[in-house]
Nanobody, 124 residues
Framework: QVQLVESGGGLVQAGDSLRLSCAAS????????MGWFRQAPGKEREFVAA????????YYADSLKGRFTISRDNAKNTVYLQMNSLKPEDTAVYYC?????????????????WGRGTQVTVSS
């Protein structure tokens, strides 16, 4: 079992930055890949970013490249999502997820465990 708890969400203005954190527990954190997804009201969940077990490779949704950065600290069992130049369309619930294969994916179906999410609201 893996437990994931997101934090760092909130209400910000357009152009601001925010860093989300996801703390993991229950299994060896450094053995699995991590991903971030988001779901806006009335929309399907979408892939944001993923990072491999070692942190050596990261993947992003094309539309978010250059604004969002995923990173991980295996010593702290935590993955981060740095979000810059936020836009109102970034408003969503953001979820972190664990992929026990270690490689990560843009497909939500590849992930084995999910957190409960943290709300990010960007006002214009």
């Amino acid at each position: 079992q893996v437990q994931l708890v997101e934090s760092g969400g909130g209400l910000v203005q357009a152009g601001d930055s925010l860093r989300l954190s996801c703390a993991a527990s229950g299994r060896t954190f450094s053995s699995y890949a991590m991903g971030w997804f988001r779901q806006a009201p009335g929309k399907e969940r979408e892939f944001v970013a993923a990072i491999t077990w070692s942190g050596s490779s990261a993947y992003y949704a094309d539309s978010l490249k250059g604004r969002f950065t995923i990173s991980r600290d295996n010593a702290k069992n935590t993955v981060y999502l740095q979000m810059n130049s936020l836009k109102p369309e970034d408003t969503a619930v953001y979820y972190c997820a664990a992929d026990l294969s270690g490689y990560g994916s843009s497909s939500g179906g590849s992930y084995d465990y999910w957190g409960r999410g943290t709300q990010v609201t960007v006002s214009s």
